[in-house]
């Protein structure tokens, strides 16, 4: 199973978004996407209070009514921890912020919390500033090497 790294803000992926400037870093080249500029606000599908009661149910979750969380296992490489916020605005998911190392299937587990594989992310990759797609953002958080 692969471990994977990241320090990343989801956000919902609206139509219309278009490919962006290359991004190189030590891990690797990776393509990129632009959000129009009217997705800004845009909110996930996922009914913020829910969500967060879906986090709350999973193992070893801890989980603020403010949106603050962390959740936390053993792994085959050690112990892996996932924490972070997220934010509503009319009762919606509008961001989540998160940054943390943990298996592949353990982040699918959390990617479900807010609504994927039915709710198409954008992942913003904190350090960069930029935004790519939720299979690019698999393959760059599994690309250790600096924190990305």
């Given at each position: ?18 490919a962006g ?82 298996p592949e ?44």
């Amino acid at each position: 199973m692969r471990e994977l790294r990241f320090d990343v803000s989801l956000h919902p992926l609206p139509g219309g978004a278009v490919a962006g400037a290359p991004l190189v870093d030590p891990r690797g080249i990776w393509p990129t996407i632009v959000p129009p500029t009217d997705a800004a606000g845009m909110t996930m599908t996922s009914d913020f209070d829910a969500a967060l009661s879906r986090l709350a149910a999973l193992e070893r979750a801890f989980v603020e009514p403010d949106g603050s969380f962390v959740w936390v296992g053993p792994g085959e490489e050690g112990r892996w921890q996932i924490d972070g916020n997220a934010y509503e605005r009319h009762g919606q998911v509008l961001v989540v912020e998160t940054k943390g190392g943990c298996p592949e299937d353990i982040l699918d587990r959390f990617l479900a919390v807010w609504g994927w594989p039915e709710q198409a992310l954008a992942v913003q990759l904190v350090r960069a500033g930029v935004f790519v797609d939720e299979p690019t953002f698999r393959r760059h958080a599994a690309a250790h090497g600096l924190p990305g």
